[in-house]
């Protein structure tokens, strides 16, 4: 079995910045695709952005410009840098994995999530 545990969430105030992480545990032989959504109650899962494991990435629209993801292959580390947060930023925050197990199938995981509040 995958665990994916995110934290870095909190309360900041519009303007400011928060950085997530997301650490991937157990059995793991590879990570391909790594990706942080959030989702507000009544709607649906919303990607936020994205990144392969060479380090492409791909960003929702409402973040390009002031969100950045990164992650540490070596680690099974995702992060998500979020500057200039906006109130419509309030979510909760999930990662998400594709993992490579041992027995060489593909699976996808998702964290339990954090919750970002942005005040005005």
């Known amino acids: 079995q995958v665990q994916l545990v995110e934290s870095g969430g909190g309360l900041v105030q519009a303007g400011g910045s928060l950085r997530l992480s997301c650490a991937a545990s157990?059995?793991?032989?590879?990570?391909?695709?790594m990706g942080w959504y959030r989702q507000v109650p009544g709607k649906e899962r919303e990607l936020v952005a994205d990144?392969?494991?060479?380090?492409?990435?791909e960003y929702g629209d409402s973040v390009k410009g002031r969100f950045t993801v990164s992650r540490d292959n070596a680690k099974n580390m995702m992060y998500l840098q979020m500057n200039l947060l906006k109130p419509g930023d309030t979510a909760v925050y999930f990662c998400?994995?594709?993992?490579?197990?041992?027995?060489?199938?593909?699976?996808?995981?998702w964290g339990q999530g954090t919750q970002v509040t942005v005040s005005s």
């Open positions: 157990g059995s793991i032989f590879s990570i391909s695709h």
């Open positions: 998400n994995a594709h993992v490579k197990g041992y027995s060489g199938d593909f699976s996808s995981y």
């Open positions: 990144i392969d494991k060479r380090g492409r990435t």
